[in-house]
């Protein structure tokens, strides 16, 4: 009974190896550290980000679509990398060494980058009204800089939201609770860091100079690394659980090879071994459920699977093994449906600055010219303010009503923010109309700004914000819990592979709409002077997808399953 308050249930172990003591580990005075950590990356994330759109264009010379697909293509690539650290932290080196290394790799990349907006010869040469010149290899170097930062980016982005939640003990219902304000408040760290980036860091870049605005992430990552070796002796850490990728071929192969075979009607007689833990390391086991019946064959003892002493996996899986295939498999679904959000979330950091680089910046009565790229902003303040909103108020008050520990579900609170985000297209397509009758009404077509304040942008940034505490916060939380303990970090990878695919989806819909409207020698709806253009066409193109894919979340969340976890780890 003293070992049972003492350690925890759930299978973590301090640096030293040892099971994680409850009381010198874990919970909220290990989080610091992980969200510093988190604060200092994305600033240095956004940072470097927010405004790249018109470094494309301005310093590499490049035409706006052109410009915004490259944006959108490089983001895409830092949320598909994560299938890369993900895999390597669930299978051999765990969530603690995977950030280590990858950090060094950010950091490399980031200082790389700097240097190529810094350095004569690596710098592109500007010339005052002439614009700036980029010869092939100062644009190569300047792209080999930003996918070493995607790269690195892919050992992080799936690693540090699991790894805080792991120090909280899944089987410890006060912890447990704890664990879902964890998420809200990860999120929050994010976008203080964004907030920083996207005012600050985004004027200095234009303001005083690239090298600088992409010095100061590069020595932010710096401080990153430092505050996450800072917490060590605090964290609990989760025991790599080998190769997900060949436990679920092994399913898949048994299950084939025993196509033929009945699956018996009792689930007790399907194979499961009899120790406390699970075969899978640092993996509890899984209950049996009904759906996907066909994957139980895999788990159907028959007499020539006994003929050795050990068992063959690749013949013979466990019940644990067979239901890991199917939660991942449940996951897909909703997976698939975050990739049309993600698609508008993407416009924050390609159209919408473009929109906004039309507009009148100036603050007045002064003659301060606000970055376009530093809109964002107010993304992030709706995010900061809806955090503790929805945290404090929200979840206690829905908790009142419907019983459920964290006052609404993970799938409710993605629906609304799906629901929120249909308004923020629509909002950013009034804005457009409006913008676009100023310039015929008054023959501003040649204008670089038109005297209409950037600041009607703010409800577009405000809305996606709000659908962000819903959508992206919910997402995370729904595919740590939902996912097996031994994939964790591979299922959380498979969620921001959602940002990556909207980024291209985007870029697809982008190309495509550029060559239909573009037929017949027409302008298009997004020229390079978008004063010609249609821009507010495509923001309700992605509003009508948006409510196509609403329609598609709510019937599947209608048949999704919750995963069900047996016993502890110890």
């Given at each position: 009974?003293?070992?049972?308050?003492?350690?925890?249930?759930?299978?973590?172990?301090?640096?030293?190896?040892?099971?994680?003591?409850?009381?010198?580990?874990?919970?909220?005075?290990?989080?610091?550290?992980?969200?510093?950590?988190?604060?200092?990356?994305?600033?240095?994330?956004?940072?470097?980000?927010?405004?790249?759109?018109?470094?494309?264009?301005?310093?590499?010379?490049?035409?706006?679509?052109?410009?915004?697909?490259?944006?959108?293509?490089?983001?895409?690539?830092?949320?598909?990398?994560?299938?890369?650290?993900?895999?390597?932290?669930?299978?051999?080196?765990?969530?603690?060494?995977?950030?280590?290394?990858?950090?060094?790799?950010?950091?490399?990349?980031?200082?790389?980058?700097?240097?190529?907006?810094?350095?004569?010869?690596?710098?592109?040469?500007?010339?005052?009204?002439?614009?700036?010149?980029?010869?092939?290899?100062?644009?190569?170097?300047?792209?080999?800089?930003?996918?070493?930062?995607?790269?690195?980016?892919?050992?992080?982005?799936?690693?540090?939201?699991?790894?805080?939640?792991?120090?909280?003990?899944?089987?410890?219902?006060?912890?447990?609770?704890?664990?879902?304000?964890?998420?809200?408040?990860?999120?929050?760290?994010?976008?203080?860091?964004?907030?920083?980036?996207?005012?600050?860091?985004?004027?200095?870049?234009?303001?005083?100079?690239?090298?600088?605005?992409?010095?100061?992430?590069?020595?932010?990552?710096?401080?990153?690394?430092?505050?996450?070796?800072?917490?060590?002796?605090?964290?609990?850490?989760?025991?790599?659980?080998?190769?997900?990728?060949?436990?679920?071929?092994?399913?898949?192969?048994?299950?084939?090879?025993?196509?033929?075979?009945?699956?018996?009607?009792?689930?007790?007689?399907?194979?499961?071994?009899?120790?406390?833990?699970?075969?899978?390391?640092?993996?509890?086991?899984?209950?049996?459920?009904?759906?996907?019946?066909?994957?139980?064959?895999?788990?159907?003892?028959?007499?020539?699977?006994?003929?050795?002493?050990?068992?063959?996996?690749?013949?013979?899986?466990t019940v644990t093994q067979v239901e890991e295939l199917k939660a991942i498999i449940r996951l897909l679904p909703i997976w698939a449906t975050g990739i049309m959000f993600s698609a508008v979330y993407s416009q924050m950091g390609s159209l919408f600055v473009l929109q906004g680089l039309t507009m009148d910046r100036r603050l007045a009565p002064s003659s301060f010219k606000i970055p376009s790229a530093s809109l964002s902003i107010f993304d992030t303040i709706s995010v900061i303010i809806w955090v503790p909103i929805y945290d404090r108020i929200i979840v206690p008050v829905a908790r009142k009503f419907t019983g459920h520990k964290n006052g609404i579900t993970q799938l409710q609170r993605m629906g609304i923010g799906l629901f929120i985000s249909i308004f923020a297209m629509l909002s950013a397509g009034v804005v457009e109309l409006v913008r676009l009758r100023i310039v015929r009404r008054h023959n501003y077509y040649e204008l670089d700004s038109i005297p209409m304040s950037i600041f009607w942008q703010v409800p577009q940034y405000f809305l996606i914000g709000c659908a962000e505490v819903f959508t992206f916060i919910g997402q995370l939380e729904f595919f740590y819990e939902q996912a097996p303990d031994a994939t964790r970090s591979l299922c959380s990878a498979l969620s921001l592979t959602t940002v990556a695919l909207g980024n291209y989806l985007s870029s697809l819909l982008v190309t495509i709409v550029t060559k239909v409207s573009t037929r017949h020698g027409k302008r298009g709806w997004i020229p390079d002077n978008l004063n010609y253009g249609h821009l507010h066409y495509f923001f309700w193109l992605l509003a009508i997808l948006s409510v196509i894919n609403l329609g598609a979340f709510l019937v599947i969340s209608k048949w999704y399953k919750y995963k069900r976890s047996m016993g502890t780890l110890r």
């Open positions: 009974m003293e070992d049972d308050d003492v350690y925890t249930k759930d299978g973590t172990i301090d640096h030293r190896g040892n099971p994680a003591n409850k009381k010198e580990t874990g919970t909220w005075k290990a989080c610091p550290f992980i969200l510093g950590n988190e604060f200092c990356e994305r600033l240095a994330y956004y940072g470097m980000s927010s405004n790249l759109v018109t470094y494309f264009k301005e310093r590499l010379g490049q035409h706006s679509s052109t410009a915004a697909n490259n944006t959108l293509n490089w983001s895409g690539t830092c949320y598909i990398t994560p299938l890369i650290g993900a895999f390597l932290a669930d299978s051999y080196l765990g969530r603690y060494w995977t950030i280590a290394i990858f950090s060094t790799i950010y950091v490399t990349g980031m200082t790389f980058l700097t240097l190529t907006a810094s350095v004569p010869g690596l710098k592109p040469t500007c010339h005052g009204n002439d614009g700036c010149h980029a010869t092939d290899s100062q644009k190569a170097a300047f792209i080999l800089a930003l996918y070493t930062i995607a790269l690195g980016t892919g050992g992080i982005k799936p690693c540090v939201s699991s790894y805080g939640a792991d120090q909280f003990d899944d089987a410890d219902e006060v912890e447990k609770k704890h664990k879902a304000s964890f998420f809200n408040w990860f999120y929050l760290s994010i976008n203080v860091g964004a907030l920083i980036a996207s005012s600050v860091l985004v004027w200095v870049q234009e303001n005083v100079s690239w090298g600088l605005g992409f010095g100061i992430p590069a020595a932010t990552m710096a401080v990153a690394i430092v505050s996450f070796f800072s917490g060590t002796r605090l964290y609990r850490n989760q025991k790599p659980g080998g190769s997900p990728l060949i436990r679920i071929a092994q399913v898949v192969v048994a299950a084939m090879r025993k196509r033929w075979v009945e699956v018996p009607a009792d689930k007790a007689l399907l194979y499961e071994v009899a120790d406390a833990e699970s075969v899978i390391k640092g993996s509890r086991k899984l209950d049996h459920t009904q759906d996907f019946r066909f994957f139980d064959k895999a788990a159907v003892e028959i007499q020539t699977d006994h003929i050795k002493d050990s068992v063959n996996p690749w013949m013979l899986c």
